[in-house]
C-alpha cells in the first residue's frame, strides 16, 4: 500500500507556469507507474500525464503536450508535474495516482486502472 499527498497546486495567470508534487509513503516507489488527472467542475475525471517505474517512459494527454512535464525521483518518492504555458482550461483538481500493475515500461490513462490516489490540488488560472 501507498499513501501520496499532493502539493504546489494555486492561483496562477494564463501563460504562467506551477510546479506540482506527490510525496509517496509506504511501500517502495519504484513498484508502481504514476499518473496525473484533473478534474474540472462538471467534468469527468481525466488523464493528463504518465510515467513508468523508472521514468524511461512517459505519455501526455494531447491537451497537455509540449507545455506539461511529468517527470520523478525515486529516491525522494516524488513524482512532479511542470506545468507551463498554463490556460484557463487547465483550471482543475489535480490528483496523483499510483499503480502497480503495469509492467517496468507501462503507463495507464485509464482512472479506474489506478490503484491509489491522493486528496487532490487545486489549480485555478485566470485569463
Known amino acids: 500500500q501507498v499513501q501520496l499527498v499532493e502539493s504546489g497546486g494555486g492561483l496562477v495567470q494564463a501563460g504562467g507556469s506551477l510546479r506540482l508534487s506527490c510525496q509517496a509513503s509506504g511501500r517502495t516507489f519504484s513498484a508502481y507507474a504514476m499518473g496525473w488527472f484533473r478534474q474540472a467542475p462538471g467534468k469527468e475525471r481525466e488523464f493528463a500525464a504518465g510515467?513508468?517505474?523508472?521514468?524511461?517512459?512517459?505519455y501526455y494527454a494531447d491537451s497537455v503536450k509540449g507545455r506539461f512535464t511529468i517527470s520523478r525521483d525515486n529516491g525522494k518518492n516524488t513524482v512532479y508535474l511542470q506545468m507551463n504555458s498554463l490556460k484557463p482550461e487547465d483550471t482543475a483538481v489535480y490528483y496523483c495516482?499510483?499503480?502497480?500493475?503495469?509492467?517496468?515500461?507501462?503507463?495507464?490513462?485509464?482512472?479506474?486502472?489506478?490503484?491509489?490516489w491522493g486528496q487532490g490540488t487545486q489549480v485555478t488560472v485566470s485569463s
Open positions: 495516482a499510483a499503480d502497480s500493475t503495469v509492467p517496468v515500461m507501462g503507463v495507464k490513462r485509464i482512472p479506474d486502472e489506478y490503484e491509489y
Open positions: 510515467i513508468s517505474r523508472f521514468g524511461g517512459y512517459t
